[in-house]
């Protein structure tokens, strides 16, 4: 059965400290691995990544995939107030209809 | 351009009450999805669509049903309200025919079934 499992289940930091989360995942093909972030309503996209050694970065996020050990994940670094929200990660098993299967998502809580 | 909007934003159901939640999107995306999201858990794909007219189950799909008879339409059909359907509900759209795609959320909508 294709899962994703992410870890910490929940993590609560002081603002500009460094936070790493983690995804790493079982399936039967591999075609991409999102991370999207939730705040109060749908997630929003981060990234995508479909290479190993990689790094996508954006401002203070960056993420990083590792296809022979099946993981990402995703830094942020001087984190604030406004990072805190359920961070999501997805995998694409391939297939033509972009199916995706998520994690349980790891929630940030960033203190002021 | 709204991207994926759904409706209502909440809804209470007595149990055995039907109700019918709205999709739409407005990027021209062949592929709309259909997830559920229970309290402190992921989303789970409910049912999902290819493109006008066809339509496939998910992973959850018991008490539900979709229909798809254009492509900005994508709406989910829950015929005999039940408490386990208590949930957030997320429609998503994306673009690509097989290959690397991302998908684009709604702002969902909240159910609750007393």
């Known amino acids: 059965e294709d899962k994703v499992v992410q870890s910490p289940l929940s993590l609560v930091v002081h603002e500009g400290d460094t936070v790493t989360l983690n995804c790493s995942y079982e399936?039967?093909?591999?075609?991409?691995l999102l991370w999207y972030k939730q705040e109060k309503k749908a997630p929003t996209f981060l990234f995508m990544l479909t290479s190993s050694g990689i790094e996508k970065k954006s401002g203070r996020l960056s993420s990083i995939l590792d296809k022979k050990e099946l993981f990402s994940i995703l830094n942020i670094t001087a984190t604030q107030t406004g990072d805190s929200a359920i961070y999501l990660c997805?995998?694409?098993?391939?297939?033509?209809?972009?199916?995706?299967?998520f994690g349980t998502g790891t929630l940030l809580a960033v203190q002021p | 351009n709204a991207g994926v909007t759904q409706t209502p934003k909440f809804r209470i159901l007595k149990i055995g009450q039907s109700m019918t939640l709205q999709c739409t999107q407005d990027m021209n995306h062949n592929y709309m999805y259909w997830y559920r999201q229970d309290p402190g858990m992921g989303l789970k794909l409910i049912y999902y669509s290819v493109g006008a007219g066809i339509t496939d189950k998910g992973e959850v799909p018991n008490g539900y049903n979709v229909s798809r008879s254009t492509t900005e339409d994508f709406p989910l059909r829950l015929e005999l309200a039940a408490p386990s359907q208590t949930s957030v509900y997320f429609c998503?759209?994306?673009?690509?025919?097989?290959?690397?795609?991302?998908?684009?959320f709604g702002p969902g909508t909240r159910l609750l079934v007393l």
């Open positions: 997805a995998v694409d098993n391939g297939g033509a209809t972009n199916k995706l299967i």
């Open positions: 399936v039967t093909n591999f075609r991409s």
């Open positions: 998503a759209s994306s673009m690509t025919s097989g290959g690397v795609g991302t998908q684009y």
